[in-house]
Structures are given as structure tokens and as C-alpha cells.
């Protein structure tokens, strides 16, 4: 299985982006999708997440969402209000298994399925 994420780039804030990934090879419509970033010298972190449950981090709150469209079997995040802040490379996630604990959603190594990554970059 593979993850391929798409929808990155460069904008300016308060821009909008759409990030995109689609599994080739899987289907996770019944298992748990989501979204981590990974900024320069910093660790990865959550952003959100799609199982049992939706999931976001505080600081996108409001202003990203996650949606699936299972039919395509692609997972969404429609990124709003973008700020600088928001740069980083953004990473597909996915697992078999539909979490139930915010734990499982939020935390990368729950995860066993990982896509490539797409950089977005948010200018001031």
C-alpha cells in the first residue's frame, strides 16, 4: 500500500490549500486516515485525523478540516486562514484499524501506513 499525498505549494497567508491523498493498493474507508506536519528542525507533530472520530490539533482548529470521500478513497484537509506557522512538510497517514481513543488518533507511531509528504509553504 501506498499513500500519495498531493495539494501542496506555496501561498501567501491567509491563503487557502487542499491537501489530497489518495491510497494505491488499500482501502482504508473503514480504518483511520490522517494528517501529521513536520517543520524544519522540529518534530513531527498531529494535525488531524479521521477514525471513529474527527481530531484536530489546537492550533488548526477552526480553520483546517478533515474530510474523506470513500467512494475515491481519498482523505482531505482543507486548509484555511493559512499563516506562516502552518509551513511544513504535510504527511498522509493511515492504519487498518478504526481508533477509538484520542490517543490513537493523535499520536504518529499508532499509525502504520505513511505517505511521502507534500510541502506547504506559507509566505508573510
Known amino acids: ?10 501561498v ?3 491563503d487557502s490549500l487542499r491537501l489530497s491523498c489518495a491510497p494505491s493498493g488499500g482501502d ?6 490522517g494528517w501529521f506536519r513536520q ?12 477514525g471513529r472520530g474527527k481530531y484536530y490539533a489546537d492550533s488548526v482548529k477552526e480553520r483546517f478540516t478533515i474530510s ?4 475515491k478513497r481519498t482523505v482531505y484537509l482543507q486548509m484555511n486562514s493559512l499563516r ?3 509551513t511544513a512538510v504535510y504527511y498522509c497517514a493511515a492504519d487498518d484499524r478504526s481508533f477509538n ?6 499520536h504518529a507511531d499508532t499509525y502504520y501506513y505513511w505517505g511521502q509528504g507534500t510541502q506547504v509553504t ?3
Request: charged residues 20%; glycine residues 12%; without cysteine.
Open 1 to 10: 500500500v501506498q499513500l500519495q499525498a498531493s495539494g501542496g505549494g506555496l
Open 12 to 14: 501567501q497567508t491567509g
Open 28 to 33: 482504508f474507508s473503514r480504518g483511520t486516515m
Open 39 to 50: 517543520a524544519p528542525g522540529k518534530e513531527r507533530e498531529f494535525v488531524a485525523a479521521d
Open 68 to 71: 474523506r470521500d470513500n467512494a
Open 84 to 86: 506562516p506557522a502552518d
Open 101 to 106: 481513543t484520542r490517543y490513537a488518533h493523535t
Open 122 to 124: 506559507v509566505s508573510s
